[in-house]
């Protein structure tokens, strides 16, 4: 499995913006998926957005055109770039990584957007 570390979550202002890290144990260049996840109090765990080895990306409707996903293939980290927080973005986010059909987890990193 690929160890992941999440960093970058905190408390922030509606309207505000976050930059989620997600820093991988090896290189991420042949991990085929990557991707963010988040948990919210008594909900399931949902996706985000993803982002293909060859750079595809994919966003849950209720974030596009606020989140951005990338990779630094160089630096084995995903960024998950925030922007136009809302109350409802408030939850622990999980970095996820697919490689040859397995899956691998971070720790998660909260985030809580509140005035």
């Known amino acids: 499995q690929v160890h992941l570390v999440e960093s970058g979550g905190g408390l922030v202002q509606p309207g505000g913006s976050l930059r989620l890290s997600c820093a991988a144990s090896?290189?991420?260049?042949?991990?085929?998926?990557m991707g963010w996840y988040r948990q919210a109090p008594g909900k399931q765990r949902e996706l985000v957005a993803v982002?293909?080895?060859?750079?595809?990306?994919n966003y849950q409707d209720s974030v596009k055109g606020r989140f951005t996903i990338s990779r630094d293939n160089a630096k084995n980290t995903v960024y998950l770039q925030m922007n136009s927080l809302k109350p409802e973005d408030t939850a622990v986010y999980y970095c996820?990584?697919?490689?040859?059909?397995?899956?691998?987890w971070g720790q998660g990193t909260q985030v809580t957007v509140s005035s």
């Open positions: 996820n990584a697919v490689k040859s059909g397995k899956y691998s």
């Open positions: 090896e290189s991420i260049f042949s991990i085929n998926l």
């Open positions: 982002i293909a080895s060859g750079g595809v990306t």
